[in-house]
């Protein structure tokens, strides 16, 4: 009998692709190979020839990875079809109320992550409603960062950076001989550029290896940074 993914799992791996169209499946599996064959695998398809597990790459090629694959969790885990999931050295099973346990088998599952569905609820139609992280930027943020997009592309290419610097910090156009701005947020994108220029300068003055800056640290500075800016 041929194998198939059950129709939940079916349907799950069809609202992930929708949702992140161009992520990496290299590491993505459904039946099990010779190996897991000699094993009690959830890869090996079921009398019916269903299969109910999934291994999906944990690369999304989405904004933030992680956030992106916590969201997926959430979802599967409401999900009435849902068993449990495997994913970088941590295992959450439906018996057990989701909670997170550390988990022993061989493979981390820091390439993929396993998502199991059950047997009883294999055929289960209910949507899949996935939220991509692309859309957890409030609209407050999308202005801000739209704002700094803008204005970067209109200075792009009519000055050197360095004069660049210099008209925004003083608040007048692009155009020789323009008057001074208007636009608050020109004269606080200036603001926000000499300073990260003088924390660039700073940094490049710094012995390497002596300051080590984390994607945390650097994650609140950006933030602080894109939330400074006017978008009046």
């Known amino acids: 009998m041929a194998w198939y993914s059950n129709k939940a799992l079916t349907n ?3 609202a992930v692709n929708t949702k992140y169209p161009n992520r990496d499946k290299t590491s993505d599996g459904t039946v099990g190979d010779e190996a897991h064959q000699n094993t009690n695998s959830d890869h090996n398809p079921d009398p019916d020839g269903s299969v109910d597990a999934w291994d999906m790459d944990v690369d999304l090629r989405s904004v933030n990875d992680a956030a992106a694959i916590e969201e997926l969790k959430r979802v599967f885990q409401a999900h009435e079809s849902s068993q449990y999931w495997i994913h970088n050295r941590k295992i959450a099973n439906r018996s057990d ?10 493979n981390p599952h820091d390439k993929h992550v396993h998502w199991n569905t059950r047997e ?10 996935i939220i991509g992280v692309d859309d ?13 997009h803008r204005e970067l592309t209109r200075l792009h290419g009519a000055f050197p950076i360095g004069q660049a610097y210099l008209r925004l910090a003083v608040g007048k156009d692009d155009a020789e001989g323009a008057k001074p701005v208007t636009h608050p947020s020109l004269k606080s ?4 550029l000499a300073a990260i220029k003088a924390d660039v300068e700073a940094i490049k003055a710094t012995p390497a290896g002596s300051v080590v800056i984390t994607d945390e640290q650097l994650e609140r500075v950006l933030r602080k940074v894109i939330g400074s800016v006017d978008t009046v």
Request: avoid cysteine.
């Open 120 to 129: 009883s609820h294999e055929d289960s139609n209910k949507p899949w409603n």
């Open 97 to 106: 109320g989701w909670v997170r346990r550390d988990y022993t088998g061989k």
């Open 12 to 14: 799950f791996r069809a």
């Open 136 to 148: 957890m930027f409030e609209q407050e943020d999308r202005d801000k960062l739209n704002v700094v």
């Open 189 to 192: 994108l200036g603001d926000v």
